[in-house]
């Protein structure tokens, strides 16, 4: 019983530490991300944001802000927006407040007056970033 207890609590620990470590990587120049950490996000080169049709609209004034129902992405059950902010890309979650067709009011805690929002290629950006997060191997053969 009490080597099960200490297994635990060296196991435990282990985790904690682990998952307080930031992860950083760059790319080569031919890559089309320049960097990612697990706290910032990743940044993407111009000619790769130009190719996915990426478009970024600021955040003027006070929340709750409206923004095109296209800046939404929906991931299992949560809705976000990709914000950059000093050229790094992150995933930020939002409430819907109202939507209609093609706007929805939002506002979120993380998201700032002069932030900058993604209307265009949020489901590249997803890709990107599941990518760059996910330690599994891409197993598709088509």
């Known amino acids: 019983m009490i080597r099960l207890l200490i297994i635990f609590l060296i196991t435990a620990t282990t985790f904690a530490v682990a998952t307080d470590i930031k992860t950083e990587k760059s790319f080569p120049k ?8 697990s706290e910032d996000g990743f940044q993407l080169r111009d000619e790769a ?9 600021p955040l003027h004034g006070n929340p ?6 296209s800046a939404l992405v929906r991931v299992k059950y949560s809705t976000g927006v990709y914000r950059k902010y000093q050229d790094w890309i992150s995933f930020v979650l939002v409430e819907v407040i109202s939507s209609s067709a093609s706007e929805s009011l939002v506002r979120s805690r993380d998201l700032e007056k002069g932030d900058q929002i993604a209307i265009t290629g949020g489901s590249e950006l997803r890709l990107t970033e599941r990518d760059l997060t996910n330690d599994a191997q891409d197993t598709c053969s088509h």
């Open 49 to 57: 944001v130009q190719f996915m049709g990426i478009k970024f609209l």
């Open 30 to 37: 031919w890559h089309a991300i320049i960097k990612y950490n």
């Open 64 to 69: 709750p802000w409206k923004i095109p129902e």
